[in-house]
């Protein structure tokens, strides 16, 4: 059957209407007339599989996978980088009103340094670390999104745990439920996700160069990296950025494209110089904290966790940065203590996850009042529900930073002054 593809999901695929419904067709480009066939995905709800383009969009690319029409990964590898920004943009300006600066993005091939892979059956029966996709899962070994360092690993892992029964989430049977493969400055980390305790000794074998955790998360719980304990190795791994090294230790939250944070920290430092406080909401290891707090007069780093805190004072201490404090916190509770202990910072920085800080953190944002404020969020409807909270707050600038080329994911990160 051929369609018109005549809209965009937020997720980046194509929309044909077929029998007066809208369906999503993964791998097609609005403007685009491609053949497609029908089927059901494991919800019950029609799905298209592109068989053939016939008529392409100028915005279609090689996508030098062979892997891509069927990876929900990379679900715009097969636009142009032009293209794919174009998306992006679209999609940050239908949500946050305002014209949209693109910064320099890394390239879409290798910028991933780490990997999170969900431990499957092939086809033949075989363990594969990676997605599950129609027909057969993905095999994240060969991702070319993925440092080739990653993919190695990965490969180890896979032969290595090759007698290992995946998980199956349906029957609560098999033991192997992920593997994450991460690399730094010169070391890298694979952490063995896992249903039930094992023998440490059972993973003697397992990539034996590389640091090893282990994680074990029981039938019914998806919280990848949130309690990963150290088999063997340093239980840190190190990380560059515009001259710093960083020490990063599980369970602290660490850049997924490394190649994209020069970008980031001179957006960043350049929006924010010369204030005399910064306080910062979700510092980490302190990636943003250090170029930041060299450019201020003081800097307080807050983050909900521990071990990213001790992390972010110990990269500060060696990189000879003595004007940043950091302290264990979660947004809204941490900014209010500051208020409460009378420090009135002119600048902020915000850097989120996918979900919003929330009402109560952005009102005690306001009550602080920094008349600057850079917002970076990873989710542009996150970031729209935080501003909505932010009445006193003008945006003066919007940028968009593709972290993550050939996927959905964009990073915005929204200039904010005080009315
Ligand atoms: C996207 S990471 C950014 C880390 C750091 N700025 C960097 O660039 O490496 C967001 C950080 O915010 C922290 N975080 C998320 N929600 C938080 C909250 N409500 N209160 C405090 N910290 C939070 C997380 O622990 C995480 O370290």
Not at 52 to 62: K, Q, Y
Not at 149 to 156: G, I, R, T
Not at 394 to 419: E, K, N, Y
């Amino acid at each position: 059957m051929q369609v018109d593809i005549v809209a965009t999901t937020a997720g980046g695929q194509g929309v044909a209407v077929v029998d007066g419904r809208r369906v999503p067709v993964p791998g097609a480009l609005e403007g685009e007339r491609v053949e497609i066939a029908l089927g059901t995905d494991r919800r019950g709800r029609t799905s298209a599989r592109v068989t053939r383009v016939v008529a392409a969009s100028p915005g279609r690319a090689d996508p030098a996978c062979d892997q891509a029409a069927r990876c929900p990964g990379c679900p715009l590898r097969h636009c142009t980088p032009e293209a794919a920004l174009d998306l992006k943009r679209a999609r940050v300006e239908r949500r946050l009103a305002g014209p949209v600066t693109v910064l320099p993005a890394p390239p879409r091939d290798g910028f991933r340094a780490r990997a999170v892979a969900r431990a499957l059956r092939g086809t033949d029966g075989a363990l594969v670390l990676g997605m599950d996709a129609p027909e057969a899962p993905v095999d994240l070994t060969r991702c070319p999104a993925q440092d080739p360092a990653v993919n190695a690993l990965l490969s180890q892992a896979r032969r290595d745990l090759a007698d290992w029964a995946p998980f199956d989430p349906a029957t609560g049977e098999g033991l192997l439920r992920h593997v994450v493969v991460q690399v730094g400055d010169g070391g890298a980390r694979v952490v063995v996700g896992v249903a039930r305790p094992v023998d440490p000794a059972s993973l003697a074998g397992v990539v034996p160069g590389a640091t090893l955790l282990v994680e074990v998360i029981p039938p019914g719980r998806f919280d990848v990296l949130a309690r990963p304990e150290l088999v063997r190795g340093e239980a840190t791994l190190w990380l560059a950025a515009g001259g710093d090294r960083f020490r990063a230790t599980l369970p602290a939250w660490t850049p997924q494209s490394p190649g994209s944070l020069d970008a980031l920290r001179a957006e960043v430092t350049g929006a924010l110089s010369g204030a005399a406080h910064v306080v910062e909401v979700g510092c980490g290891v302190g990636t943003l904290s250090l170029p930041l707090a060299r450019v201020c007069g003081a800097l307080t780093g807050v983050d909900e966790v521990r071990q990213a805190v001790a992390d972010a004072e110990a990269n500060a201490a060696a990189a000879g940065v003595t004007n940043a404090t950091f302290r264990v916190g979660r947004a809204d509770h941490a900014l209010r203590r500051l208020a409460q202990r009378g420090l009135r910072p002119d600048a902020a920085l915000l850097h989120a996850m996918r979900r919003p800080f929330g009402d109560a953190a952005m009102g005690a944002l306001s009550a602080l009042g920094p008349s600057r404020v850079v917002y970076v969020a990873p989710s542009p409807r996150s970031l729209a529900d935080d501003l909505a909270a932010l009445s006193r707050y003008v945006v003066d600038r919007l940028a968009l930073l593709d972290q993550m080329p050939g996927t959905a994911h964009v990073t915005v990160i929204a200039h904010l002054r005080r009315r």
